[in-house]
T-cell receptor
Framework: DVKVTQSSRYLVKRTGEKVFLECVQDMDHENMFWYRQDPGLGLRLIYFSYDVKMKEKGDIPEGYSVSREKKERFSLILESASTNQTSMYLC????????????FGPGTRLTVL | GENVEQHPSTLSVQEGDSAVIKCTYSDSASNYFPWYKQELGKGPQLIIDIRSNVGEKKDQRIAVTLNKTAKHFSLHITETQPEDSAVYFCAASGPDKLIFGTGTRLQVFP
């Protein structure tokens, strides 16, 4: 059974803080993804990684960066959090980039005050 | 760029009735179309998917149809139950990612 865990379910941060969201998977998948979910906008891809130390920008990368030092761990970094980054953040993992099932973590609801 | 439109955004049905959610996509090269269900407080979970070499796929009360010519695909849930209440997302494959629709909140009333 694939398990994707995210470091926090709820997080409250202040404007300007550096924020780290961690995602860990136990299925040895090559590909990992970070999405943000907002009402009426669906799931929007922020960044994805297809291998250790490899990353690609998604549709909305501005204000975010990522790190993948180990295959099982993919981190999303908000260098200087802003109120418009208040959202639900979802991590996913998949054996393929576009043609395979994606397995999602439970999400982190981030509030930036 | 690639786009997936999903309708309706909300859907309310009586228990036992059918529910249909429709999606259209823009990239004619898309060949994989999954549907995800997101229950409250959880991440989305795949419930059914279809590839472009078939027109219909069924799994118990859930079915998906695909019309590649019209670039439409739909999710059909029959004999709805209260536990079907959730947010549903369609998606279509792009060159290197899945493109998700904006979601449909389905409410099934007892």
């Amino acid at each position: 059974d694939v398990k994707v865990t995210q470091s926090s379910r709820y997080l409250v941060k202040r404007t300007g803080e550096k924020v780290f969201l961690e995602c860990v998977q136990d299925m040895d998948h090559e590909n990992m993804f970070w999405y943000r979910q907002d009402p009426g906008l669906g799931l929007r891809l922020i960044y994805f990684s297809y291998d250790v130390k490899m990353k690609e920008k998604g549709d909305i990368p501005e204000g975010y960066s990522v790190s993948r030092e180990k295959k099982e761990r993919f981190s999303l970094i908000l260098e200087s959090a802003s109120t418009n980054q208040t959202s639900m953040y979802l991590c996913a993992t998949s054996p393929g980039l576009a043609g395979d099932e994606q397995f999602f973590g439970p999400g982190t609801r981030l509030t930036v005050l | 760029g690639e786009n997936v439109e999903q309708h309706p955004s909300t859907l309310s049905v009586q228990e036992g009735d059918s529910a249909v959610i429709k999606c259209t996509y823009s990239d004619s090269a898309s060949n994989y179309f999954p549907w995800y269900k997101q229950e409250l407080g959880k991440g989305p979970q795949l419930i059914i998917d279809i590839r472009s070499n078939v027109g219909e796929k069924k799994d118990q009360r859930i079915a998906v149809t695909l019309n590649k010519t019209a670039k439409h695909f739909s999710l059909h849930i029959t004999e709805t139950q209260p536990e079907d209440s959730a947010v549903y997302f369609c998606a279509a494959s792009g060159p290197d990612k899945l493109i998700f629709g904006t979601g449909t909140r389905l409410q099934v009333f007892p």
